[in-house]
């Protein structure tokens, strides 16, 4: 038996062209849905972390549930941290020529 490891970020997406403004994805993510007073979505445009699972779940059922298939969850790449880096100057000066 695994371990599922949730890494990486997402983000749920709204067409406007698409989207009919009943608010029913309101319903489906309230975590992640806001809508305005006239009843289109207002979904935050941060990342969210894969690991926050009640979230994602939400986001999918939201996917699934629109009646006008507007929302999307997007995987967003997240760049790899870097480590081990040798930020400090080189200790050894180079005494040859140099080039012309
Ligand atoms: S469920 Fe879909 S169509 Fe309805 S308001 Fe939300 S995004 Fe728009």
């Known amino acids: ?3 599922i490891r949730r890494a ?5 997406q ?14 489906l993510a309230p975590e ?4 305005d ?4 979505p207002i979904i935050a445009s941060d ?15 939201a996917e699934r549930g629109c009646p006008r298939q507007a929302l999307h969850v997007a995987k967003v790449a997240t760049p790899v941290p870097i480590t081990n880096v040798d930020v400090r100057p080189p200790t050894t000066v180079s005494r ?5």
């Open 32 to 35: 992640l849905v806001h809508l």
């Open 47 to 61: 990342p969210v972390p894969m690991a926050d699972v009640g979230s994602y779940q939400s986001a999918r059922y």
């Open 96 to 100: 040859g020529r140099r080039p012309l």
């Open 37 to 40: 007073e006239w009843g289109y």
């Open 1 to 3: 038996m695994g371990v």
């Open 8 to 12: 990486g970020m997402f983000v749920l």
């Open 14 to 27: 709204v067409n406007p062209i698409l989207c009919d403004g009943f608010g029913h994805c309101a319903e």
